[in-house]
């Protein structure tokens, strides 16, 4: 399956709906080791994205992902905001001026998000961050758009090695972000930008099924 600029739009609206519904959740996984509002700053700036998509979808997938960017980058407090904005606005210039995005063309958006995540938040794999999510989730996309996969594999893959991904958080002491100033304390805990990385990209797999 190939994706059109409207069909690029419904996958973001099944991600703010997958943020609405688990709110709560990142707010107590952000509480535990953050400052708790990582759910709340995601569903502002998602209801955001909403309405300016409510009020017209752009002509085409790369139009409407740099939309997201810069919705979530003006709305979205917290480091979440600047890093997954600048996410959408890596991707968006990742797949050019196509009119439908195919798996490799994905896989390719998602590569330069994570590019652009670590490039904003100077984080690698192991500092128990939403980077522990998405560089698997990259690797995975990239070998089953190799393979052939069109977007729903693309994304289903990246979504389960996400999966893994943040769950390899939970033992890690933190070395980024307000978690890094608990130490040792940070450990035993679930890095709730993973756990965020994980339900959007599973909301997007979702709608691209």
Not at 12 to 29: N, P, S
Not at 71 to 77: A, C, D, M, P, Y
């Amino acid at each position: 399956m190939a994706c059109t600029a409207e069909s690029v739009a419904a996958a973001l609206r099944a991600a703010a709906g997958a943020v609405v519904a688990h709110r709560d959740e990142l707010v107590r996984l952000d509480r535990e080791i953050g400052d708790g509002d990582h759910g709340e700053n995601l569903k502002r700036g998602f209801d955001a994205l909403v309405s300016k998509l409510d009020a017209g979808v752009p002509a085409s997938p790369s139009a409407v992902l740099r939309l997201a960017a810069t919705t979530l980058i003006s709305t979205v407090g917290g480091a979440a905001g600047p890093l997954y904005g600048t996410a959408f606005l890596r991707a968006s210039t990742a797949v050019g001026d196509v009119a439908v995005l195919d798996g490799p063309g994905a896989a390719a958006a998602l590569r330069s998000a994570l590019d652009g995540v670590v490039a904003r938040g100077k984080a690698e794999v192991g500092d128990k961050t939403m980077v522990d999510a998405l560089t698997p989730a990259v690797v995975a996309a990239a070998s089953v758009a190799a393979g052939g996969g069109g977007v729903a594999e693309v994304l289903e893959a990246a979504a389960e090695a996400a999966e893994q991904g943040a769950a390899s958080t939970v033992p890690l002491v933190a070395r980024k972000g307000r978690a890094s100033y608990l130490g040792e304390r940070s450990a035993g805990h679930l890095d709730p930008g993973a756990r965020s990385t994980v339900l959007l990209l599973r909301a997007l797999a979702g709608a691209a099924r």
